[in-house]
């Protein structure tokens, strides 16, 4: 079983502050989702890497995938309240199937 | 475009009774898939249907068990309840088969007493 631990578990920031949530396993993965969820929601995607040494920019956020493709990481610069959510990373095996990180709780404080 | 529908939105039964969940994939998707989402295990996958067969399974006892329609809805059915059952089941569809972009509905959420 390919197992993926994100870290930190939880993170409580205020706003104008940068983070940096981490995802990490001793897999290998062909591609690597990040999403955001909040309460009463389903995850919504937000990016997609592939590419060992891929670094994403989607606004505020940065996404980067190991040069292994074992680990990922999602940087946010300047939070904002909206930011707030779980965020899960979720990498995708061989056999076509997603293995979910167990998720970073993000609190941006106004 | 709409997006996943999931019914019922929310759900109490008691063990040892049997639970059947709705999933409405987003027009023209013909992929459907199904998660079990709790705070101690988190998201795991329990199966994906792609033009009516079951494409990928995770690693879930035989009591799970789900279909798919020629128009692509899809419903998941659970026997035998347990207490550990209670979680909240996400399902998500895409165009192909496949975990690559998928829109998740806003799940039921399932609690056994």
């Known amino acids: 079983t390919q197992l993926l631990e994100q870290s930190p578990q939880f993170l409580s920031i205020q706003e104008g502050e940068n983070l940096t949530v981490y995802c990490n396993s001793s897999?290998?993965?062909?591609?690597l989702q990040w999403y955001r969820q909040e309460p009463g929601e389903g995850p919504v995607l937000l990016v997609t890497?592939?590419?060992?040494?891929e670094v994403k920019k989607l606004k505020r956020l940065t996404f980067q995938f190991g040069d292994a493709r074992k680990d990922s990481s999602l940087h946010i610069t300047a939070a904002q309240p909206g930011d707030t959510g779980l965020y899960l990373c979720?990498?995708?095996?061989?056999?076509?199937?997603?293995?979910f990180g167990s998720g970073t709780q993000l609190t941006v404080l106004p | 475009k709409a997006g996943v529908t999931q019914t019922p939105r929310y759900l109490i039964k008691t063990r040892g009774q049997q639970v059947t969940l709705s999933c409405s994939p987003i027009?023209?998707?013909?992929?459907v898939s199904w998660y079990q989402q709790t705070p101690g295990q988190g998201l795991q996958f329990l199966f994906e249907?792609?033009?009516?067969?079951?494409?990928n399974k995770g690693n879930f006892p035989g009591r799970f068990s789900g279909r798919q329609f020629s128009n692509s809805r899809s419903e998941m059915n659970v026997s035998t309840l347990e207490l550990g059952d209670s979680a909240l089941y996400l399902c998500?569809?895409?165009?192909?088969?496949?975990?690559?972009?998928?829109?998740f509905g806003p799940g039921t959420r399932l609690t056994v007493l």
């Open positions: 890497v592939v590419t060992g040494g």
């Open positions: 027009s023209g998707h013909r992929s």
């Open positions: 979720a990498g995708v095996s061989s056999a076509r199937q997603l293995t």
């Open positions: 249907y792609f033009s009516e067969t079951q494409r």
């Open positions: 897999s290998v993965f062909s591609s």
């Open positions: 998500a569809s895409s165009q192909s088969a496949g975990p690559d972009t998928q829109y």
